[in-house]
Each structure stands twice: as C-alpha cells, then as structure tokens.
C-alpha cells in the first residue's frame, strides 16, 4: 500500500527558510519521478517541483524557481523542497505526488506558513 507521509511544515518569517520532507513506503521508490504540489487557502493545488528517479534532473514552477530546489535521498525513501527566500505568497499545504501508471497518489500534506 503505497504510503506518502509530509513533515517539515511551520511558522517562518517572510524572507526565511525552510525544508519539507516527504517519506514514502509501499513502493520502489528509486524507480519513480516525484513531485511537490501546493494548495492555498481557496484556490486550486499548484504543480510545485518535479524530480527524476534518480535526481538527475528537476523542474521548478516559475513562482518557485531560483528559491525553492526538490532533491532526494533514494537511501531514505524521501523527497525534499528546500524552501528560501519565502514570501507571504508561499503560504499553502505542501503536498508530495506520486505518479503509478494511471493513478495518483497524495500524502496528507503539511502546512507552511510565512508571516511576520
């Protein structure tokens, strides 16, 4: 049964940092791209970042690139965003993806808040 399971989320300061963590069971890990989604308050879950299988290669929505970077860590079945430079607009439930053929799955999310 695969299992997505979000940590990291809190409370920082507009301009801080901070990094969410994403741990994953129930499946080869290292044999699957994974992503990052957002949902703020009221609107629509945003595509965040998307990582290869082995890290090779990632992408970045164009709200997050330069600040945020998503990497892996095959050994511990986890997926990070590492989050800089945040701005109040950043305030959303975190969410990790996994892509299976024609299904999705999604972890319960975790929230990250920026504000003074």
């Known amino acids: 049964q695969v299992r997505l399971v979000e940590s990291g989320g809190g409370l920082v300061q507009p301009g801080g940092s901070l990094r969410v963590s994403c741990t994953a069971s129930?499946?080869?890990?290292?044999?699957?791209?994974m992503n990052w989604y957002r949902q703020a308050p009221g609107k629509e879950r945003d595509w965040v970042a998307t990582?290869?299988?082995?890290?090779?290669?990632?992408s970045h929505s164009d709200s997050v690139k330069g600040r945020f970077t998503i990497s892996r860590d095959n050994n511990k079945n986890t997926v990070y965003l590492q989050m800089t430079n945040l701005k109040p607009e950043d305030t959303a439930v975190y969410f990790c993806k996994l892509r299976w053929g024609v299904s999705d799955y999604w972890g319960q999310g975790t929230q990250v808040t920026v504000s003074s």
């Open positions: 129930g499946f080869t890990f290292s044999s699957f791209p």
């Open positions: 990582i290869t299988s082995t890290g090779s290669f990632t």
